[in-house]
C-alpha cells in the first residue's frame, strides 16, 4: 500500500470522524495491539534507512538505488503523519467523550514515535553531505503540501476533536475551521467533500516517490483502524470507496496482495510487479 493511498484514509476517517467519536468504543483490544505492532514494525524499517543515510557521506560511493530507497521513506514518513495525527486526534476525543482509555494510550505512543521519526527526517533534510539541496527541496515540497492537508483535515473536525493538540499550525487549523463550517448543513456539503476527496486524491499522486517504502505494513495500520469503524459509516458518505473499505478490512498475513487486486478490480489481471512499487489507482 503506497503513501499517498494513507494519505486519501486519512481523508476518509476525517469524514467519519463525528460518527467515531459519537460511537461507545468497545473492548477490542487485538485491534490497538496490532496497530501499535505494525507501527513498530514501520518504525524500525525507518529507523535503519535513517541511520543508514546519516553515516554516509557524499564523498563515498552512492548509487541511484540508496537514494530511491531514502526518498521512498522519507516522503512516507512524512505523509503518514498526516493519517497518524488525525487517528490520534480522533482516539483522544472518543476517549475523551465517553471517559474511557480504551485505546488512547497505544495510539498517543504511536504517534510520540511518529514525532520522533519525523523530527530526524527534518534534521536530514539539513544534512548536506545526505543529500544534495536539490533532492532536499523535493522532498521539503511534500513536506509542505503534507501539512497544509493535516492541517485541512484537523480544521474539519474542530468541533469534535482538540486541533490545537495535533494541528502542525495551529492558526491555520482554525482558519481551515472557520471556513468549513459555512458548509456544514447546507445542501452543497457533499458536493464539497466529494471535491475535498478528489484534491486529497490528486495532491499528492505526483512529486512523491513511486515506491512504496514499508506496504505491507502500511496495509496492516490502515486495516487496523478501520477494524475500529462500523462498516456502515463508509457507505453514509455516498463515496466510492465502500468495496475498498470492506476488503481491506480483514487483517491478514496478505494484506498487501489483498488492497493491489482489490486496486485493480475490473482490470487486466495484476503483474508480477515487485513489493516494493506501489500499484496506480484511478480515481
Known amino acids: 500500500m503506497h503513501v499517498r493511498e494513507l494519505a486519501q484514509f486519512a481523508g476518509l476517517i476525517t469524514i467519519n470522524g463525528p460518527q467515531f467519536v459519537a460511537t461507545r468504543p468497545s473492548d477490542n483490544c487485538v485491534r490497538v495491539e496490532q496497530y501499535w505492532a505494525s507501527s513498530k514494525c514501520r518504525f524500525e524499517a525507518w529507523s535503519r534507512v535513517l541511520k543508514f543515510s546519516q553515516s554516509q557521506s557524499r ?3 552512492d548509487s541511484a538505488g540508496q537514494w530511491m530507497v531514502l526518498r521512498a521513506t522519507l516522503d512516507e514518513i ?3 503523519d498526516l493519517l497518524t495525527r488525525i487517528w490520534t486526534a480522533l482516539v483522544a476525543a472518543r476517549d475523551r467523550r465517553w471517559s474511557t482509555d480504551s485505546s488512547d494510550t497505544v495510539t498517543r505512543s504511536v504517534f510520540a514515535s511518529q514525532l520522533d521519526a519525523r523530527h530526524r527526517a527534518l534534521e536530514l533534510l539539513l544534512d548536506r553531505d545526505a543529500m544534495t539541496a536539490r533532492q532536499a527541496l523535493s522532498v521539503d515540497r511534500v513536506r509542505r503540501k503534507a501539512e497544509r492537508w493535516t492541517d485541512a483535515l484537523l480544521g474539519a473536525l474542530a468541533d469534535v476533536c482538540d486541533v490545537r493538540e495535533f494541528a502542525i499550525d495551529q492558526d491555520r487549523a482554525g482558519e481551515f475551521a472557520t471556513d468549513l463550517a459555512r458548509h456544514r448543513g447546507d445542501r452543497v456539503q457533499d458536493s464539497f467533500w466529494r471535491l475535498l476527496m478528489l484534491s486529497l ?3 499528492f499522486r505526483r512529486g512523491v516517490s513511486p515506491l512504496a517504502a514499508n506496504p505491507e505494513a502500511n496495509a ?3 486495516a487496523n483502524i478501520l477494524g475500529s469503524f462500523r ?3 463508509f457507505d453514509s458518505t455516498g463515496l ?3 468495496l475498498w473499505m470492506v476488503r481491506i ?3 491478514t498475513s496478505d494484506a498487501q496482495g489483498m488492497i493491489r487486486d482489490l486496486l485493480g478490480t475490473g482490470q487486466a489481471p495484476k503483474s508480477s510487479m515487485s513489493p516494493t512499487r506501489p500499484t496506480r489507482r484511478r480515481i
Request: charged content about 20%; hydrophobic content about 40%.
Open 201 to 203: 486524491s490528486s495532491a
Open 240 to 242: 466510492q470507496h465502500s
Open 220 to 222: 496492516r495500520i490502515t
Open 78 to 80: 512524512l505523509i503518514s
Open 59 to 61: 564523498d563515498e560511493p
Open 231 to 233: 462498516a456502515e459509516l
Open 249 to 251: 478490512s480483514a487483517v
